[in-house]
């Protein structure tokens, strides 16, 4: 059903054979064309802020990976490391340094913004964290530099409330550091922080969450607040806190263990019909559903993925099914292409059931989305684009999918690694 938020879906569910047409031939040119668009919007690359000169280009460092040029250079990386786009492989990264450099550059030039030197999504932990990605992937002994500056910023979000807005979510606060330095230990195989340290970052969450939910008088174990709203979702909430304190699960004590594991199960008794409120409490009003990577189903599926898969517990694995039903059903969002409240961060959810489930019913259904993507009444239907070429809300976390279409045994939502 059509609503205002997301166009109908009308395609036909799986019948056992997948979409012919979206082979690498046919998905490549879309990429690259894609990937065109985008660099021709850069001030780097002459795009539409170059006449404006240094201020547009140092503008274009703000936002972080979530909406600034940082966010671009991890897509390029993403691109360069998928076997089939090794002949742009060099090109790509050598892109990719220029727009990270000239990131490193204004965290340490630039204006010094307390709160967000040690953010993953919105400021520098995530700056620094790319950086060392793409210059290890063009083979350059330097990337322990950025490790380095990364590391050290571990101490800043050590005390227990080193931010007034909440130090515990995923875009600025511990979780997210903890994220980025899960996402460096996958792609580097390499411990970035040492188990004292990421054991520090842990209890400091744990002990956030113990003491908000506490003074608050919540009848659950962790509870926390981003700008004084207890957000339940993966963009600011419980569940991707609650994801990273699983990811570290082996260095918790046994009893903060069990008191993660009952938050998990409080979280998953909030579901209202396959999906959850943005905020703790709240009941979902059917014609203003959010059905968001930032907020509902689609981006607390990570967390019982996560839960699933270290359990081992059904349970876990069928909510995850039941946010991957609502996913398709009103998961074509009209708020544009993107990954945090778009149409490639709800196929994501497919591509994360293909992996847990081995079911090609959802390769099909992550190909239905992307198909979408490019229809007449997508393009005339959708919401216009404040950033073209935003990681989260633009264009290159939808080059990241349809480079994830392609090779969907490893495809991961960009920088949230279950
Ligand atoms: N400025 C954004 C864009 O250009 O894409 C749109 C803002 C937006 O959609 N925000 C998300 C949301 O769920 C959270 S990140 N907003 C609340 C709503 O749609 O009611």
Request: net charge neutral; proline share 5%; charged share 20%.
């Amino acid at each position: 059903m059509e609503s205002k938020r997301c166009f109908a879906n009308r395609f036909d569910d799986y019948q056992g054979s997948l979409l012919a047409g979206q082979c690498k031939e046919a998905v490549a040119p879309l990429v690259t064309a894609t990937i065109d668009r985008i660099l021709k919007e850069l001030p780097q690359f002459g795009g539409s802020g170059e006449s404006k000169g240094a201020a547009a280009r140092e503008s274009c460092c703000q936002g972080g990976l979530y909406s600034g040029v940082a966010g671009v250079a991890y897509m390029l990386y993403h691109v360069s490391q998928c076997p089939l786009f090794a002949p742009s492989r060099e090109r790509y990264l050598r892109l990719a340094k220029k727009l990270i450099d000239a990131c490193t550059r204004a965290e340490e030039w630039g204006e010094p913004d307390a709160d967000t030197r040690a953010a993953f999504l919105l400021g520098g932990a995530g700056v620094y964290a790319v950086a060392a990605l793409v210059y290890h992937a063009l083979g350059r002994p330097d990337y322990v530099q950025p490790l380095g500056k990364f590391r050290e910023l571990c101490t800043i979000c050590a005390p227990v409330s080193f931010l007034e807005c909440g130090s515990d979510e995923l875009f600025v606060g511990r979780a997210g550091y903890l994220c980025a330095a899960l996402v460096l230990k996958q792609k580097l195989s390499l411990e970035i922080l040492t188990p004292a340290q990421i054991k520090s970052i842990c209890q400091a969450i744990l002990e956030s969450g113990k003491q908000y939910a506490t003074k608050k008088r919540k009848p659950f174990p962790l509870m926390y607040s981003y700008y004084g709203t207890e957000y339940l979702g993966a963009a600011h909430g419980l569940s991707s806190i609650l994801q990273m304190l699983l990811s570290y699960h082996e260095h918790l004590q046994p009893a903060d263990r069990e008191l993660v594991w009952q938050s998990v199960d409080f979280l998953m008794e909030q579901e209202q019909n396959c999906n959850w409120p943005p905020e703790l409490g709240e009941m979902i009003e059917r014609e203003n559903e959010l059905v968001h990577w930032c907020h509902g189903a689609p981006g607390i599926a990570y967390l019982f993925a996560k839960a699933y898969l270290v359990s081992k517990k059904p349970q876990y694995l069928d909510t995850c099914i039941r946010c991957g039903e609502l996913t398709w059903r009103k998961g074509l969002l009209k708020k544009g292409p993107g990954i945090c409240h778009g149409v490639a961060g709800s196929a994501y959810v497919f591509l994360l059931l293909y992996r847990l489930t081995g079911n090609s019913k959802y390769i099909y259904r992550a190909q239905r989305f992307a198909e979408f993507l490019f229809t007449e009444e997508f393009k005339a239907g959708s919401r216009v684009l404040e950033s073209i070429y935003s990681l989260y809300e633009g264009f290159s976390g939808t080059v990241c999918f349809l480079i994830d279409l392609l090779q969907p045994g490893e495809a991961e939502f960009p920088l949230f690694s279950v």
